[in-house]
């Protein structure tokens, strides 16, 4: 895994776990791979992966059963997109509306330009 220096690795590890769940790889009431298999995999310190699963454990997208490790929770992909939408919202969207503003992109250019993104 390649990690960028503008984000925390275990938010990093975080959102690809995420996208896991956005995309069916790891599925509801499915089984998480252990602190340990990940970290080896990823190859980052058990500690990090520990960070990840205690972030994603408080936000509701995995449990822990007692001695059998951790789980995809019902509601994940619900509260996956919940959070990156409010994410994209609060902070990213401004920033790309203003640049759209400073190069003089029309709502109707935006518009086009989704719509075709959308018939790929």
């Not at 503008?6 to 275990?10: F, H």
């Not at 896991?20 to 069916?24: A, E, K, M, P, Y």
């Given at each position: 895994m390649n990690f960028k220096d503008?984000?925390?690795?275990?938010l990093q590890i975080a959102d690809?776990?995420?996208d896991?769940?956005?995309?069916?790889a790891l599925v509801p009431e499915g089984k998480v791979p252990s602190v340990r298999e990940l970290a080896a995999e990823i190859e980052v310190n058990a500690n990090t992966v520990a960070r990840t699963y205690d972030h994603l454990q408080h936000s509701g997208v995995i449990y822990t059963k007692r001695g059998l490790g951790y789980f995809v929770s019902s509601e994940a992909k619900e509260k996956i997109v919940a959070s990156r939408?409010?994410?994209?919202?609060q902070g990213e969207m401004d920033y790309f509306?203003?640049?759209l503003k400073a190069v003089g992109i029309t709502p109707a250019e935006l518009q086009d330009l989704y719509s075709n993104y959308l018939n790929k």
């Open positions: 503008n984000k925390a690795i275990y690809r776990i995420g896991q769940i956005l995309s069916g939408r409010e994410q994209l919202m509306l203003g640049q």
